[in-house]
């Protein structure tokens, strides 16, 4: 059985990764998918955690669920909005997207 500190260790790394991903880069699938990859890192940890402190409930596991089909809707709903900024500006560059500024 492998211990919690891994679980915690590869979903501290997923996080940077996904930080990293959506401090650096400009373009907005890459975007979307680095705050994909954290919410993935969130739920390794619901998951690890509840089976560490309580194997019997599936608490942890009903919060992932969760997670993830709230990460569905946030998924369709950022390429639907990023998929009409391309139809209209031709590109899906972050630096590029001033549609709100005065």
Not at 24 to 41: D, K, P, T, W
């Amino acid at each position: 059985m492998l211990q919690l500190q891994f679980f915690l260790l590869v979903a501290a790394t997923l996080f940077c990764i996904g930080i990293y991903g959506l401090i650096v880069s400009r373009n907005a699938i890459r975007v979307l998918m680095s705050i994909e990859l954290m919410l993935n890192a969130v739920n390794l940890n619901f998951i690890a955690f509840s089976n560490f402190l309580d194997s019997g409930m599936i608490r942890g596991q009903v919060f992932s669920v969760f997670v993830i089909t709230v990460a569905a809707a946030e998924a369709a709903v950022g390429l639907a909005i990023v998929l009409g900024i391309y139809r209209n500006r031709a590109t899906i560059d972050m630096e590029s997207f001033n549609l709100l500024k005065w």
